[in-house]
């Protein structure tokens, strides 16, 4: 009896290996700050090497600095050598599904759908709100994550994902990471291969930035605490986002209501009008003296140890949603410089043309914040994101 069974239950016990159980998820370790490093980001094992990735919910596409076989690349300086396709790696072609799917993943990639110069590649171009760029071509190479569920011990999942070999960046400089991990809710983003892969079975993203450093990333269904604020998500120029929201800054109303949107990748808030840089202003200026300080243009005069010791001199902020709250405390709208003075965690870019507010890593510090793209809703709630966890994904690299 128990040989004839073994066989079947060795099948079944392979079933349950490869289908996803209701609750993986994938956890990664974040590093960087907001200040000095001015990024988030993840290190993940792609082609058998670790490469550092800022995390952006704005955007869709992974991309790493690159060097592209047969064409002349301009990358950055990242903590990791760039990344050489080997001479096994899958090229993805124009022709195949996931060129076209990228092409309407990226917004304003121009017609014609094949790059002309190198017409079988699949080529990509993505310009950032802030004005950063990056050009290249897609391959194709396996990625390994630990895959954690409350049953099961974690295990290490290796997949095939198409990404972008970054050959030509825009401004050429050095930076804190190799690339960016495309969180954002298109069909090329990692999680939607993930979950294409039956790696994660819920497109759920969630970060938690800590105030002082580092935090956690995780995808998939993942325990997520109680009292958390949900609002519907609704799609506005390509991010995601609550909806239109009204500023108060110490319960007075702000200028007029404007679409806030969540990105992981933008440090500051952008695009609030002067008034309200104006309102701060003059709500502390009876007690603190400003200064220039070449971090950020609105600043006052330290030195201050911490945030911690000068947040009482400024009002609390707010977005009142359609019966939705998000309170930002000043902690999470001020940011201490190296010089240690106190300045606005805000910068107004000429492109958001005050349409819209970012909400972005300064604000997103100690939240946990959650996109669910299966119940389309984003959540937030304060938390403590400094984690303590022994995560085997970093200690394997
Ligand atoms: C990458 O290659 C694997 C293995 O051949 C394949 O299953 C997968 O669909 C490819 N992915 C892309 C994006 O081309
Ligand atoms: C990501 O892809 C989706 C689906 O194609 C698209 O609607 C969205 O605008 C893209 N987001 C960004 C930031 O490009």
């Known amino acids: 009896m128990a040989a004839m069974w073994s066989p079947i239950i060795g099948l079944l016990l392979l079933l349950l290996q490869l289908a996803p159980s209701s609750s993986s998820y994938i956890q990664l370790p974040l590093e960087g700050s907001v200040h000095p490093v001015g990024y988030f980001y993840v290190t993940m094992n792609i082609g058998g090497k670790p490469y ?20 002349q690349c301009n990358t950055c300086k990242g903590p990791h050598r760039p990344y050489e396709p080997n001479r096994h ?23 014609p759908r094949c790059y002309t110069q190198h017409p079988h590649e699949c080529h990509y171009h993505i310009q950032y709100v802030g004005g950063t760029s990056s050009e290249g071509f897609i391959v194709n190479d396996t990625v390994s994550v630990d895959v954690l569920s409350p049953s099961l011990p974690s ?22 990471v190799d690339g960016v991990l495309g969180l954002g809710m298109g069909k090329v983003g990692f999680v939607a291969q993930l979950k294409a892969h039956n790696v994660i079975r819920k497109d759920i993203i969630g970060h938690c930035l800590s105030i002082d450093g580092g935090g956690y990333l995780f995808v998939g269904e993942h325990h997520l ?12 120029s390509h ?39 104006f309102q701060v202003k003059r709500s502390v200026s ?51 410089t190296g010089e240690k003075n106190v300045c606005l965690g805000i910068l107004q870019t000429p492109k958001a043309g005050g349409q819209m507010i970012i909400i972005g890593d300064v604000t997103m510090q100690d939240l946990l914040v959650i996109y669910d793209n299966e119940q389309k809703r984003v959540g937030w709630i304060s938390k403590q994101c400094k984690h303590t966890l022994e995560i085997p994904s970093i200690n394997a690299l």
């Not at 009292?227 to 506005?236: E, S």
């Not at 239109?244 to 209501?257: D, H, N, R, T, V």
Request: with cysteine.
């Open 52 to 71: 550092s990735l800022d995390i952006d919910t704005g955007s869709n596409l992974t991309w790493l600095e690159c060097k592209y076989p047969g064409h």
């Open 89 to 111: 790696h899958k090229k993805v072609m124009c022709g195949d599904q996931f060129c076209t799917d990228l092409h309407k993943d990226l917004p304003h990639y121009p017609e």
């Open 155 to 176: 295990r290490r999942v290796q997949i095939f994902f198409g990404f972008g070999c970054g050959c030509n960046q825009k401004p050429l400089k050095d930076s804190p």
């Open 225 to 236: 605490p109680d009292h958390i604020t949900w609002a519907p998500m609704r799609k506005y």
């Open 239 to 277: 991010y995601y986002t609550p909806g239109p929201a009204q500023l108060l800054l110490g319960g007075e109303k702000i200028g007029s209501q404007k679409m806030v949107v969540f990105d992981s990748d933008k440090q500051d808030m952008q695009g609030i009008n002067s008034v309200w840089v």
């Open 286 to 336: 009876g007690s603190l003296q400003r200064v220039t300080d070449h971090a950020l243009p609105v600043c006052w005069k330290g030195p201050f140890q911490s945030i911690q010791l000068v947040k009482r001199k400024f009002k609390p902020l707010a977005l009142e949603f359609t019966n939705k709250v998000m309170h930002i405390p000043p902690e999470n709208y001020l940011a201490l």
